[in-house]
Nanobody, 119 residues
Framework: QVQLVESGGGLVQAGGSLRLSCAAS????????MGWYRQAPGKQRELVAR???????NYADSVKGRFTISRDNPKNTVYLQMNNLKPEDTAVYYC?????????????WGQGTQVTVSS
């Protein structure tokens, strides 16, 4: 019923930039929040950034000042602008959305997109 499709990952040198996008589609009533998580090899999945419907945002300390999350509500799309990338940002990045379908609310995940930062 709901699908999250991510794009924008890739390989970049340290200090470079990437922009991730995630579009939600399906029978959506309200998207309460959208965010990005990442998981590096051998590590747990962690929150990178999140934006709620009112526009408030929160970031992991490790990305504050370098990453910016934004949202296009009419397009049900969330973006993650990543600047000054570091090798430790290398991970699979997953889009997450808390979506109200009208009859129930749940968390949905994208398939993940690889971000690799070379030193």
């Amino acid at each position: 019923q709901v699908q999250l499709v991510e794009s924008g990952g890739g390989l970049v040198q340290a200090g470079g930039s990437l922009r991730l996008s995630c579009a939600a589609s399906g029978t959506i009533f309200i998207i309460n929040a959208m965010g990005w998580y990442r998981q590096a090899p051998g590590k747990q999945r962690e929150l990178v950034a999140r934006i709620i419907s009112g526009g408030s945002t929160n970031y992991a300390d490790s990305v504050k000042g370098r990453f910016t999350i934004s949202r296009d509500n009419p397009k049900n799309t969330v973006y993650l602008q990543m600047n000054n990338l570091k090798p430790e940002d290398t991970a699979v990045y997953y889009c997450n959305a808390n979506i109200d379908l009208g009859h129930r609310t749940g968390d949905y995940w994208g398939q993940g997109t690889q971000v690799t930062v070379s030193s």
